[in-house]
T-cell receptor, first 110, second 117 residues
Framework: KQEVTQIPAALSVPEGENLVLNCSFT??????LQWFRQDPGKGLTSLLL?????REQTSGRLNASLDKSSGRSTLYIAASQPGDSATYLC?????????FGSGTKLNVKP | GAVVSQHPSRVICKSGTSVKIECRSL??????MFWYRQFPKQSLMLMAT?????????EQGVEKDKFLINHASLTLSTLTVTSAHPEDSSFYIC?????????????FGQGTRLTVV
């Protein structure tokens, strides 16, 4: 069974810092990997989608990488802002299901 | 990106009553939708996969008679929590993929906060 782990569970940084969130998965036979943002009491907003054949995707200040063979993905956030404060979830899709990590709660201090 | 609308966003109901939650794909067709439950400070737990025109597939440990799922059209899936109890209080989220276009990205609804009193 696929297991997804996110490290760290929580992260607090001052505004302007670059940061990296980590995601690892146990079964490399994934169809794709997706990073989401969740604000308190809200649904999920899709940030980046990486297909299994891709190695990275970029959107604005966000860059996500995928190393399928080692079962790892990272989400890089450049020049963090207080508005980036949220919980970030990664999910892998295989066996016709999404498997979610437990998330990294990010706090960017002004 | 595609939009998934979930309604209601919040609902409070009395113990023993039933509550229906709707999940709609607004600008795409979704043959498959997913229903998740999220406990405080935890990640999403898949409850069931909703298939248009056929029975839903439930995850192990999820009561089929408790959580009724209907996916009658390509744009609407509903989750009905029957005979709700306080322990059913949770955050429920639906998800859909634009399967007709072969899309592989998942889009999520805004979630429904259910409180059973």
């Amino acid at each position: 069974k696929q297991e997804v782990t996110q490290i760290p569970a929580a992260l607090s940084v001052p505004e302007g810092e670059n940061l990296v969130l980590n995601c690892s998965f146990t079964d490399s036979a994934i169809y794709n990997l997706q990073w989401f943002r969740q604000d308190p009491g809200k649904g999920l907003t899709s940030l980046l989608l990486i297909q299994s054949s891709q190695r990275e995707q970029t959107s604005g200040r966000l860059n996500a990488s995928l190393d399928k063979s080692s079962g790892r993905s990272t989400l890089y956030i450049a020049a963090s802002q207080p508005g980036d404060s949220a919980t970030y979830l990664c999910a892998v899709y295989n066996f016709n299901k999404f498997y979610f990590g437990s998330g990294t709660k990010l706090n960017v201090k002004p | 990106g595609a939009v998934v609308s979930q309604h209601p966003s919040r609902v409070i109901c009395k113990s023993g009553t039933s509550v229906k939650i709707e999940c709609r794909s607004l600008d795409f067709q979704a043959t498959t939708m997913f229903w998740y439950r999220q406990f405080p400070k935890q990640s999403l737990m898949l409850m069931a996969t909703s298939n248009e025109g056929s029975k839903a597939t439930y995850e192990q440990g999820v009561e089929k008679d408790k959580f009724l799922i209907n996916h009658a059209s390509l744009t609407l899936s509903t989750l009905t929590v029957t005979s709700a109890h306080p322990e059913d209080s949770s955050f429920y989220i639906c998800s859909a993929r634009d399967t007709r276009s072969g899309g592989t990205e998942a889009f999520f609804g805004q979630g429904t906060r259910l409180t059973v009193v």
